[in-house]
């Protein structure tokens, strides 16, 4: 599945750079970029685009910049969705703004394609490392869940309500099972024998003799 990359950044030329340097991988469709020129536009796409994974955007901007728009992405909830801002070199005041503010990672312009692309895979490697604990961790939940309900089964299979036999005074019976676990593999039953039916005093067990 493709991996989408949204670029914000107000530099007329930064689109055709992007394209240019990842060419092969997006024609190979390992990568689907957008583009925004102000925060405004990003919130915009990454409304109507829920699965952008990565947003690489610059600091300076009209109508909307970097930090502004790395706030409004915070508040957006979205745990996957990873934020790499991009300034000039002497501007580290604002870099590092942005990352005690949740940035993942950051570059300095001039930009390095190549220390781009190496942030791009870090990113993702990240991303990849969230999803799939996140994935363990619902799997473990779930197999929680279901176990709570097996033990509220096992539970209401065996008798708690005491004394078991209330008119009986001369019967006093308790039971309890605690489980090592969740469940556990007994089960106890008590029960009175029905005295109409009747008792077969000549049967006798196969093996014995009369």
């Known amino acids: 599945m493709a991996i989408k990359i949204l670029c914000v950044d107000d530099e007329p030329d930064w689109e055709f750079l992007i394209k240019q340097k990842f060419r092969k991988r997006i024609r190979s469709n390992e990568f689907v970029f957008f583009f925004a020129l102000n925060g405004k536009?990003?919130?915009?796409?990454?409304d109507l685009h829920d699965d952008i994974g990565i947003v690489i955007s610059d600091i300076n901007m009209p109508v909307m910049d970097g930090l502004t728009l790395?706030?409004?992405?915070?508040?957006?909830?979205?745990?996957?969705?990873?934020?790499?801002?991009?300034?000039?070199?002497?501007?580290?005041?604002?870099?590092?703004?942005?990352?005690?503010?949740?940035?993942?990672?950051?570059?300095?312009?001039?930009?390095?394609?190549?220390?781009?692309?190496?942030?791009i895979e870090k990113t993702l490697n990240n991303v990849t490392y969230l999803k799939k604990a996140d994935k363990e961790h619902k799997n473990l939940v779930a197999i929680q869940q279901d176990l709570i309900t097996a033990k509220k089964i096992q539970q209401s299979f065996i008798?708690?309500?005491?004394?078991?036999?209330?008119?009986?005074?001369d019967i006093d019976i308790y039971g309890l099972m605690n489980a090592a676990k969740n469940v556990g593999g007994d089960l106890y039953d008590f029960f009175l024998i029905d005295d109409h039916k009747p008792k077969h005093k000549d049967r006798h067990h196969p093996l014995q003799k009369k």
């Open 41 to 46: 536009e990003a919130l915009q796409l990454l």
């Open 159 to 169: 008798p708690n309500n005491f004394p078991a036999f209330p008119e009986r005074k």
């Open 70 to 119: 790395l706030n409004e992405i915070i508040q957006l909830k979205r745990p996957f969705l990873k934020v790499i801002i991009v300034s000039a070199y002497g501007d580290m005041e604002n870099i590092r703004t942005a990352m005690n503010m949740g940035a993942f990672d950051f570059l300095t312009k001039p930009i390095d394609f190549k220390d781009l692309e190496i942030t």
